[in-house]
């Protein structure tokens, strides 16, 4: 039982780091877009570059989201198993 245990506790854990890394991801990703969007503007990217690094930016959010939903449900799992009031 203790070693269940301390499988979600440690998948509670890679994912709340995944979670700081997807924020650092995040603003790596719209910074790219922002520049894509400057060197559109000025003829230097063509449409389709530009669009794919929007829709890059997108992509990492959504991926936070998603990674947000895994962290709760591990964290409800955690205390619906093991009749924990916190984790």
């Given at each position: ?29 719209k ?47 955690y205390?619906?198993?093991f009749?924990?009031e916190?984790?």
């Open positions: 039982l203790k070693i269940a245990e301390k499988q979600y506790l440690n998948e509670i854990v890679k994912l709340e780091k995944i979670l700081d890394s997807d924020l650092q991801i995040i603003d790596i990703r910074a790219i877009a922002s520049q894509a969007s400057s060197q559109y503007s000025n003829g230097i990217v063509n449409i389709s570059d530009y669009i794919a690094d929007v829709n890059s930016a997108s992509e990492a959010k959504l991926n936070h989201e998603y990674h947000k939903i895994q962290l709760i449900r591990a964290k409800l799992n205390l619906t198993l009749g924990k916190d984790y």
